[in-house]
């Protein structure tokens, strides 16, 4: 049984085989009721009995110390951590730091406005529409809510809090309006700077293929951004943040302050095997220089656009020493992409199998507790190669 079928009537959307559909409701149905679960027993309660702290409560404390004056604060640990345990009403143990640029600092402001519970509300429902909006657009289909939803990585963004919607949203807009409009993408991807990890191979495609203007563009609104920033919050924000990555490069990259089981990187799995840090650093660059050296070519060639999409995406998540679970939400934009390339041209043997296995081994996370996130990356990266490789031979 195939494992995707088009409608026969133009206009009248694509659908998937009915195992494919079960097991997408089940997955949302499934997340939906632990989510329900986890809050009912308190994520979110704020009150004689404390809360539950998560990566969330750096958020909110951050805006906290930027309303009460002391946006340089923010980097300064010991303070920042003292906002977090009366955000949620008691001391509680490790730290959830804050490692994003001063840009972020206005998102984190007007978060704290609202009550911490509140917030944490606005701030994973509000992005959550984002994500699957622009999901759908890459898929160009109405099952592409079904399929966003269904992504297992939306579990540890909703628990935790975190940015991975709005990373994924920014990700997916920008390549998607990238052909037809550059300007608008590269608006996005400038906005995407507030992770710069995650955007390292960005400058290196546009310039490959030659889009210009979406490549100025970027870098204005990365730049207008940081001088909004500086007369917002001052000088010495910038210092502290630059002084601020070592720091945080220490105790996570060095010391493994969250476990390098959680790491989702090569860095990330060669820590877990007993490799030394000089070693992981050493297949990280490796990783990160095929990864840049396949985009540039990539991009430069007569590709399928989606093809390029897919490889972009993949890549810039690989390039990376620093990726959680939660980030992983953005691998959700290049199979989506691989599955709107197979919707026009044609699933290969086994293609969606692998797109399965992908989301599997994202799945599994929390019962392995290891960088299957990463095997995932590589499965993915896998897919891409072999549907360039057949496409290369198609057209010679």
Not at 152 to 158: D, H, I, K, T
Not at 215 to 229: D, E, G, H
Not at 270 to 280: F, N, V
Not at 281 to 293: K, N, R, T
Request: proline letters at 5%; hydrophobic letters at 60%.
């Amino acid at each position: 049984m195939a494992l995707y079928e088009l409608s026969p009537a133009r206009g009248a959307g694509a659908r998937l085989a009915r195992p494919v559909e079960l097991i997408c409701f089940a997955l949302v149905l499934a997340q939906a009721v632990y989510l329900a679960t986890s809050y009912l027993q308190g994520i979110w309660i704020v009150g004689p009995g404390g809360g539950v702290p998560s990566d969330f409560v750096s958020v909110w404390a951050a805006g906290r110390l930027v309303l009460e004056g002391h946006p340089a604060a923010v980097y300064d640990w010991p303070a920042h951590k003292l906002v977090e345990e009366a955000a949620v009403g008691h001391a509680f143990g490790g730290y959830f730091g804050w490692h994003y640029p001063p840009t972020f600092l206005f998102v984190a402001a007007a978060l704290s406005l609202l009550t911490y519970a509140t917030a944490y509300a606005v701030w994973v429902f509000g992005t959550f529409p984002v994500y699957l909006a622009a999901i759908r657009a890459i898929v160009g289909e109405r099952i592409g809510y079904l399929l966003a939803a269904a992504f297992p990585a939306l579990l540890a963004n909703f628990i935790v809090g975190q940015n991975g919607f709005l990373t994924a949203g920014l990700v997916s807009g920008a390549l998607v309006l990238l052909p037809r409009r550059p300007i608008v993408a590269g608006l996005l991807l400038g906005l995407l700077t507030y992770k710069p990890h995650l955007g390292l191979l960005f400058p290196i495609a546009l310039v490959a293929a030659g889009y210009w203007r979406a490549f100025f563009t970027a870098a204005m609104v990365a730049v207008l951004m940081a001088v909004a920033a500086w007369f917002a919050f001052g000088s010495d924000t910038w210092q502290a943040f630059f002084a601020n990555i070592g720091h945080t490069s220490q105790a996570f990259l060095s010391d493994g302050w969250a476990d390098w089981g959680k790491l989702q990187t090569a860095f990330g799995l060669t820590r877990m095997l007993g490799g030394g840090e000089t070693l992981a650093w050493a297949v990280q660059g490796a990783v990160a220089l095929v990864a840049a050296i396949a985009i540039a070519l990539l991009w430069r060639s007569r590709a399928a656009y989606e093809i390029k999409a897919a490889a972009l995406a993949t890549g810039a998540m690989l390039a990376t020493p620093y990726l959680y679970t939660y980030d992983l939400v953005v691998l959700a934009v290049p199979l989506a992409f691989l599955f709107r390339f197979g919707r026009v041209r044609g699933f290969l043997p086994h293609e969606m199998v692998g797109i399965g296995v992908a989301c599997l081994l994202v799945l599994i996370f929390p019962f392995v507790k290891a960088p299957v996130g990463f095997a995932a990356l590589l499965v993915a990266a896998a897919l891409i190669a072999r549907r360039a490789i057949v496409s290369q031979s198609a057209t010679t």
